[in-house]
């Protein structure tokens, strides 16, 4: 990938007797648009935000590759069943009419990342992004194996030996298990990953000559897919990603405000730069010592110090670097802190920016997301775990049939959402004489669904000709408010 790069060059016609100074009049800025672009080595840093980090790397890994594995009712208890448009999350079963679920889901995501973002910036960049989080995992990996920052430097520089080849070798192997154990944990959430476990378990023995497995084109092709893609962004990318394939880098900036909590260096405190002895006192310089550490450390390779860039993700490495100094320099930590545009301008202190934190942007956003969360969790509380569609036969729109009577044909599709069986009884009304002339009961499995056909009659003469309004009713024997009503029209000619 390549950056924005300028250099400074004399101009064709300039006389070759007296070459134009670099940035003199006679110099000519050039942009060139395909730069090369040096790669980014970040130093390993400990701190509080560091831990944290980590701590949510652990969190997220644990529930990711932990969950296909759970079980409930007998089944997979998290399962994406695209084939059977079946949707399994614990104790709840959604179908394809449940997509407002999955909307209200999107909905919720959306507002608190607006509403993590006014707060505290790019938190979600910074400590949860999968991004981020592979990236930090994959950077883990390459410091076990071939050292930290500066070994890493002079491996990558050093010539193509025996040792510089295995240890390529080595971390270039874990970044591929790693990354095809993603992929197939991902491909475990749409298609049962025990049964999935089976087929890949039986490919060495096909490799050797033996019964070829089960696993499908389909499986194969996305556990690959997300592992190269696990694999390209997290271990050769990295920052690229954020820097240039990421869109909310360009409008993050739309939800920031001087009362937004981002990392920030203090200039008033730090400058002028300058190197000391350690507990050395220069009353001429600021507490910045220029050691550098802030962009070693920096997953994106910016320098914090020249103020808020795109490029920042929030992981705050930089502040626990700069903290580490601080100590060992024996001045007060947080000359990089979180802290706000107004914090810095107006010397607030930490309680009046906290104070200031609780805004009407911010108000706003909490009351919305806490008001969809509370009618997300009504809806799926209150859910009637039965759905009836009803269509008309097409091929016959009203009939007379013997004895003279009216007969409608429908068909009611019945989805039992449920894990239980449901004996059902269907029921009609809103004419005079209306009755069914098939079968009124029946029994659905769990999380199954069925077309029944179903005839209505009416006496002759009972009802006008035109069309009436009437309503089909299902309910489950048994089991108290599991019913649905749905409506449709009855026509007479």
């Known amino acids: 990938m390549a950056r924005p790069s300028t250099r400074n060059i004399t101009p064709i016609n300039a006389a070759p007797a007296a070459p134009a100074a670099a940035g003199g009049p006679g110099a000519v800025v050039i942009t060139e648009l395909y730069a090369a672009d040096e790669k980014i080595y970040p130093r390993a840093v400990s701190g509080w935000f560091a831990a ?124 591929i298990a790693l990354a095809l154990w993603t992929g197939f944990t991902f491909v475990g959430y749409v298609t049962p990953v025990r049964d999935l476990w089976a087929e890949v378990a039986a490919l060495p023995g096909w490799i050797g000559g033996g019964r070829a497995p089960a696993l499908g084109p389909w499986e194969t092709f996305w556990i690959l897919f997300y592992g190269f893609a696990t694999y390209g962004n997290a271990g050769w990318m990295r920052e690229q990603v954020c820097l240039y394939m990421c869109p909310y880098a360009r409008f993050q900036s739309a939800m920031f405000d001087k009362d937004t909590l ?147 044909v429908y068909r009611l599709q019945i989805t039992n959402t449920a894990e239980t069986e449901r004996n059902l009884e269907i029921a009609a009304q809103g004419l005079p004489t209306l009755e069914i002339a098939s079968d009124t009961r029946l029994e659905l499995d769990a999380t199954s669904s069925r077309l029944v056909p179903v005839r209505l009659r009416v006496q002759p003469g009972a009802v006008a000709p035109g069309t009436h309004g009437i309503q089909f009713r299902v309910r489950a024997l048994g089991v108290e408010g599991v019913a649905v009503t749905e409506k449709s029209v009855f026509i007479v000619r």
């Open 262 to 408: 981002i990392i920030t260096y203090d200039r008033e405190r730090g400058e002028p730069r300058g190197s000391r002895a350690r507990h050395a006192a220069r009353p001429e310089l600021g507490d910045c010592v220029n050691c550098g550490i802030c962009v070693q450390v920096c997953p994106t390779g910016i320098d914090i110090r020249d103020g808020l860039q795109y490029q920042c993700i929030g992981c705050a490495a930089c502040i626990d670097g700069c903290d580490q100094v601080m100590d060992r320099v024996g001045s007060p930590r947080g000359l990089i802190r979180y802290s706000t545009q107004h914090a810095m301008e107006r010397k607030l202190t930490p309680s009046q920016v906290l104070r200031r934190a609780l805004r009407p942007r911010v108000l706003v956003y909490t009351g919305i997301v806490w008001a969809v969360i509370v009618a997300a969790a009504i809806g799926l509380y209150v859910r009637i775990p039965l759905k009836v569609d009803v269509i008309r036969d097409r091929a016959a729109i009203a009939r007379e049939v013997a004895g003279g009577q009216i007969e409608n």
């Open 52 to 175: 944290w980090r980590w701590a949510l790397v652990w969190a997220t890994q644990l529930v990711f590759y932990g969950t296909p594995w759970l079980t409930w009712n007998d089944r997979q208890a998290v399962l994406f069943d695209i084939v059977h448009r079946k949707f399994f999350i614990f104790g709840l079963v959604f179908w394809p009419q449940d997509v407002i679920y999955l909307s209200v889901l999107l909905i919720i995501a959306a507002l608190a990342l607006f509403l993590f973002t006014a707060v505290a910036g790019r938190l979600w960049c910074g400590y949860a992004c999968p991004q981020t989080v592979y990236t930090e995992i994959f950077m883990w990996i390459e410091r076990v194996i071939e050292g930290d920052r500066n070994r890493r430097i002079k491996l990558d520089r050093g010539a193509l030996d025996a040792r510089k080849l295995g240890l390529k070798a080595a971390k270039h192997a874990a970044w």
